[in-house]
């Protein structure tokens, strides 16, 4: 299936990089519609591939009888990390990939564990270790078209992405002004 870029078009992004204080508004901005967990399945429709990042977001879309491909958590939410989540998601009999990414910075790690999920034919559950408050970006840019990504916009909603070109296209111009992490 093709994705309509693949991930040796953002090969390059593939390091350790880390977001720069001055793109922090940018990449909080939502780069579809806000939702609320009561319209997601309207919103959603029929997808390629369903993707959802973030623990509360996937959350509700399991709730609302949604059933990602892929999700993305970590444990946590805004108040920390959260026990009743954790024990939400070992109850899921899902295929899991752990994957290494501190806060603020997106990980070689994290893109191959991206990468990975879409490749498999089982629903995928990817587990940071660390954040994956920057996750949204590698799993739109290498999703293939017709993908769904959501993820959340704390106090707003869920946010809705239908990859496509341009959708790719933003996410592209965010990771070219992040800069390497150190060690890189």
């Not at 990449?27 to 429709?45: F, H, K, R, T, Y």
């Not at 879409?118 to 739109?140: F, H, N, W």
């Not at 993908?147 to 592209?172: F, H, I, N, Q, S």
């Amino acid at each position: 299936m093709s994705t309509g870029s693949s991930l040796s078009e953002f090969a390059r992004f593939a390091k350790d990089l880390r977001l720069p204080d001055e793109l922090r508004a940018k990449v909080g901005s939502a780069i579809g519609p806000i939702v609320s967990s009561q319209e997601l399945v309207n919103a959603v429709g029929r997808p390629a591939k369903l993707v959802a990042v973030g623990d509360l977001c996937s959350v509700s879309a399991l709730t609302q009888g949604l059933l990602p491909d892929v999700i993305v958590v970590d444990f946590k939410t805004r108040r920390g990390e959260e026990a009743e989540i954790r024990e939400y998601f070992d109850r899921l009999d899902w295929r899991r990939m752990e994957v290494d990414n501190p806060a603020g910075v997106l990980t070689r790690s994290m893109w191959d564990g991206i990468a990975e999920a879409y490749k498999s034919e089982e629903r995928v559950m990817v587990v940071v270790q660390g954040e994956e408050d920057l996750a949204t970006m590698p799993c739109i840019a290498i999703a293939p078209l017709g993908t769904v990504v959501l993820y959340g916009m704390p106090g707003k909603g869920v946010v809705v992405v239908r990859v496509d070109e341009e959708a790719k296209r933003k996410v592209k111009s965010v990771l070219l002004q992040m800069e390497e992490a150190d060690g890189n």
